[in-house]
């Protein structure tokens, strides 16, 4: 089963995130054979991080949890919330198998979150710009609830693009980065 974790920030928690640093990536590298992308999100000035995302391939809903709240930057303190919806993976690929690379081209993270029918349950026409895509859904799987996308754009509204944004309650996009030991 694929889930989307997005840990938010609580604010002024940089120096807590950055002390924990290595201790995030030896937990994420338990999960590396099942990590599909991950990420940290920034503010609007490149700099600041707000967040972490996590698309992994986990047994079932129990492991996903465990994997989302036992993350040490959860139990310090860093993230203010998590956002943990089943989620399927459209593209069939992880970010390592994008074929424009980790570093050429801004990259976004794009949230659209659903009022109450399904809304880009297929791939868009233009995937070739597509890190990760697919629908967050409910607990059970069966439930639409928005839909998230991993985008290479020049801008935040060329990437806010790559979804319908009259089928939605609202559309997020955040800065985004290949994350990961370097």
């Given at each position: 089963m694929e889930f989307f974790c997005y840990h938010r920030d609580r604010a002024d928690s940089g120096a807590l995130r950055d002390k924990l640093l290595e201790e995030h990536w030896s937990y994420m590298d338990r999960y590396a054979k099942e990590i599909i992308a991950r990420g940290p999100t920034f503010a609007a000035d490149g700099e600041t991080p707000t967040g972490s995302v996590h698309i992994v391939d986990l047994p079932d809903p129990a492991a996903a949890r465990a994997f989302a709240f036992d993350e040490p930057n959860y139990q310090a303190g860093v993230y203010r919330d998590v956002l943990l919806r089943r989620w399927r993976n459209?593209?069939?690929?992880?970010?390592?198998?994008?074929?424009?690379?980790?570093?050429?081209?801004?990259?976004?993270?794009?949230?659209?979150?659903g009022p109450e029918q399904a809304a880009d349950v297929a791939v868009p026409p233009h995937q070739d710009e597509l890190i990760a895509f697919g629908p967050l859904l409910s607990d059970d799987g069966t439930t639409w609830l928005g839909t998230a996308a991993l985008v290479r754009a020049p801008d935040p509204d060329t990437a806010r693009s790559v979804l319908s944004p009259s089928r939605y309650a609202d559309i997020e996009v955040h800065d985004w980065e290949f994350g990961g030991r370097r």
């Open positions: 459209l593209l069939g690929r992880t970010m390592w198998d994008f074929p424009g690379g980790r570093t050429d081209g801004n990259r976004y993270l794009v949230l659209g979150l």
